[in-house]
């Protein structure tokens, strides 16, 4: 997700949405804003290096609040999709699943 423009995820997510069947899962893995600081200086030099601004902009987002807008439903008793994050928060990862009524 993080090549793609802030305002094309709620289509990309709309569409795999639509075509995983009820029931299905979508697991999202990606970048997020560290949690640990130290972990801040090495994120940034790796999206300086190898990366577009997509990347630094996806950071910033709230992928659990475009996936809920979408329809997708957290995989445990939340109502929201927050990430789990990895690596001082700079890996996220989301797991939501696709109603078995729609």
Not at 45 to 52: G, S
């Given at each position: 997700?993080?090549?793609?423009?802030?305002?094309?995820?709620?289509?990309?997510?709309?569409?795999?949405?639509?075509v995983i069947k009820p029931g299905g899962l979508f697991i999202l893995v990606d970048f997020h804003r560290p949690t640990n600081l130290v972990f801040s200086p090495g994120l940034?030099?790796?999206?300086?290096?190898?990366?577009?601004?997509?990347?630094?902009?996806?950071?910033?987002?709230d992928l659990g609040s475009l996936l809920a807008e979408v329809g997708w439903r957290s995989d445990n008793s939340e109502e929201d999709q927050q990430p789990k994050l990895y690596a001082g928060g700079n890996i996220q990862v989301i797991q939501v699943q696709k109603s078995v009524d729609s």
């Open positions: 997700m993080h090549e793609m423009r802030s305002a094309q995820l709620p289509q990309i997510f709309q569409e795999v949405y639509r940034a030099v790796f999206l300086w290096l190898f990366e577009t601004e997509t990347a630094w902009q996806l950071s910033e987002t």
